[in-house]
């Protein structure tokens, strides 16, 4: 089976969609989860534009990938300048990744009204600064920025833009549709003659957005005229109207196409990574995506529930099983069973078949009312114990206040006061902090610390607020997701409520909670 490699760019292009934006560690982990789904290269940006950055190529370094290559980005050499003396291509040979992916210009209206550079000048500047990172030792990806709109203009000289990348020694050359205005068959013809152009020592790449409405299928086209590796984002975050979505792209290649791209255990986690993903940049998994959403198998009773038991290709175009989706019908109560089994095997509990149906019926309503588990594995371990039986509360609640003051000279404090039970025994006590959930965070640790030492070395290390204003009927409510961690492990607990200060409460209560359940192994995730 031939093979398609798949490129992502989420923490490079896809950040600049509204409202992204994530921290070095939350990065590590979106590289992780990459890296389990089987993305072949992951762009990690610029090595060195502030601090920022610097630290996250320092630990991209540190980190064990399956698979993964990561790649560095950045620009062809400055006009007027030898690529030996620019000082951005030097940062990026300097730095560790094998791959370095150079962003260049292919279309005469950039080379005249942008960058004011001479055609040739702008090959010897894609040609230099690709050969420069070669002799250093990289593997280069050049991206032919604008490349159709170029090749829509001028198809002679965009073809030999991308020659010049190729006998530079680029590794894979990449046709960008920066814009995103191309359509499926232009995109195609023009993808043709590049393959043609360039022979087989070099590999040809797509990376499409989606202002047209169709960044995957320019994608898909490209591929069906020889590219073989994609470029984009997963959901499709990035700029304007976004870049080509992966969550798409991937199983119409595998399932569709015939093209060998991830294994089929590793696109089983599609529609969890997806979802993960969402939740890790604040942003509502949409419901009505293909493969990944929540409807994407959902099926009204009548007909259509009753032609899918019959038959399920009656009215699904594929086994949801295969994207690790569900089929959403009466008959997903079986499965729904058994895949909290599973869950709860994981965490090293046993459900019983009446526990399972309870622990289901128990989900389908939180997540009704607003909870998502899927960056909260921590919640979620709690709330299968408590249907295994296998809980043990840290303490009982009396009661909690929080005290805000802001003073006329703009001060703001904050103070909490908790009441609580630990094994029969009352504790009082107050704290202030920068803010409610840290005046509770720091009262109720007071309360405890005593019977429970290793609170100390719990940190909280995130803390993320979303309202939910397409709660069902219910009005708006607030989900507070939290990630705590100590010297071994890190972990998400999640809070939903009406009120800001109790949905945090409960994610903080879980938070600690979890810490100091019983468990044989270190098995948290
Ligand atoms: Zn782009």
Redesign the pocket.
Known sequence: MEQVKLYDTTLR?GMGGPGMSLSVGEKLKVVRTLDELGAHFIEAGFPSSNPKEAELFERLSELDLEQATIAAFGMTRRRDRKAEDDEALAVLTECFAPVVCLVGKSWGLHLEKVIKVSAEENLAMISDSIGFCHMRGKRPVFDAEHFFDGYRDDPAYALECVAAAAEAGAENVTL?D?NGGSLPAFVAGATAAVVERLGDGVEVGI?T?DDAGCAVANSLAAVDAGARLVQGTVNGY?ERCG?ANLATILPALQLKMGFEVVTPEQLEKLTQTSHYLDELCNMTPNPDQPYVGRNAFAHKAGMHAAGVEADARTFEHLDPALLGNQREILASELSGKATIRSQAAQAGLELDDAAAARAVERLKQREHSGYQYEAAPASFELLLRREAGSYEPLFELESFRVVTEKRADGRVETEATIKVLVDGERYLRVAEGNGPVNALDRALRGAIADRYPHLAEIELTNYKVRILDEAHGTGAVTRVLLDSADHEREWGTVGVSENIIEASWEALVDSLEYAFQPRDDNGAK
């Open positions: 292009d960008c920066t990376h957005h990035g870049n």
